[in-house]
């Protein structure tokens, strides 16, 4: 029998990861796994399993959000190359961006039946944002602080919503950060609103899409979305119709692509890792980790 290790977040997706448990283990068993179960209880616990009982298993699959297969992620990237597991993810969460990038199904019958299909795992690149790892996007800007400032009850109540209520009340506290920025090649420095480094085809909730042609999630190389301050409301309205429309390179938006990139700010700075908390830094650097992990992934991919 193949093992299998189980991380279950309870408190994800409303606590829908409590109600399909058993359809989860049902599922596994029939197909001949031998199944470890771990129910995290705080922040921390998810990385610190894989890390343990990774090297013992043939696969790792998380249920809960991004936030919680983050941390799977983050636990395998300790271990050595080729003591890492493959991966699978039920995504309970409230955005899913990942799961959406690699589509992987969002309803938990289809995903539970997902861990069945007998498909070659999908190679994916992470990121690692000063000593930290990243899925799918490192960020920082007024609004990338929304998903882990949102309360959880709130999430649990209201799902998404809950995410605009709280970004709302923080359209007063928009401020542009003097960034210094280097690159495979290049440098710029200017006055950012936002910066977004990720190996995805999509962030901040479906909000910022990229073209499936220009993105590659395991050539080793990140998009960084760079978006600069606007000098009036007109050109702020531009800048948000180009990002909606995928125009990234106009006046005051940037698309660059590379494998490392350092950033340098004039005071300390909040940055996120797939949506949770990612640190204050005033100087960071980070760096692409090619084809370091294997996901399974949906259907068809």
Request: aromatic share 8%; net charge negative.
């Amino acid at each position: 029998m193949s093992k299998t290790l189980l991380i279950v977040n309870p408190v994800s997706g409303k606590g829908r990861a409590k109600n399909v448990l058993i359809d989860i283990l049902s599922a596994l068993c029939a197909g001949g796994e031998n199944v470890g179960v771990c129910i995290t209880e705080k922040r921390g616990d998810a990385s610190d399993f894989a890390e343990k009982y990774g090297p013992g298993v043939e696969r790792v699959v998380c249920t809960g959000g991004d936030g919680t297969l983050n941390e799977v992620i983050s636990g395998l990237m300790r271990l050595s190359p080729d003591a890492r597991p493959g991966i699978s993810y039920i995504p309970l969460g409230t955005t899913n961006d990942m799961a959406t990038s690699l589509s992987i199904p969002k309803t938990p019958r289809d995903a539970i039946e997902n861990l069945t299909v007998c498909s070659e795992p999908r190679v994916l690149d992470v990121g690692q944002l000063g000593q930290d790892y990243f899925g799918y996007v490192a960020a920082f800007g007024t609004f990338t602080n929304v998903p882990f400032t949102t309360p959880q009850a709130a999430k649990n109540t209201f799902g998404y919503l809950a995410y605009l209520m709280e970004a709302l009340g923080k359209l007063t506290e928009i401020t542009a950060h003097h960034t210094r920025v280097w690159y495979d090649g290049g440098y710029i420095e200017g006055d950012l609103l936002f910066g977004f480094v990720t190996n995805s085809l999509t962030v901040a909730g479906g909000i910022v899409k990229f073209d499936e042609d220009n993105v590659s999630l395991d050539d080793g190389l990140f998009e960084v979305l760079l978006i600069r301050k606007p000098r009036n409301i007109v050109e702020l309205n531009d800048t948000l119709a180009n990002i909606l429309k995928r125009n990234f390179n106009s006046d005051n938006v940037t698309l660059l692509h590379t494998s490392r990139i350092s950033f340098s700010f004039d005071g300390d700075v909040q940055w996120t890792r797939d949506g949770e908390d990612g640190g204050i830094y005033r100087s960071v650097d980070i760096v692409n980790h090619r084809r370091a992990v294997r996901i399974s992934v949906g259907n068809g991919i």
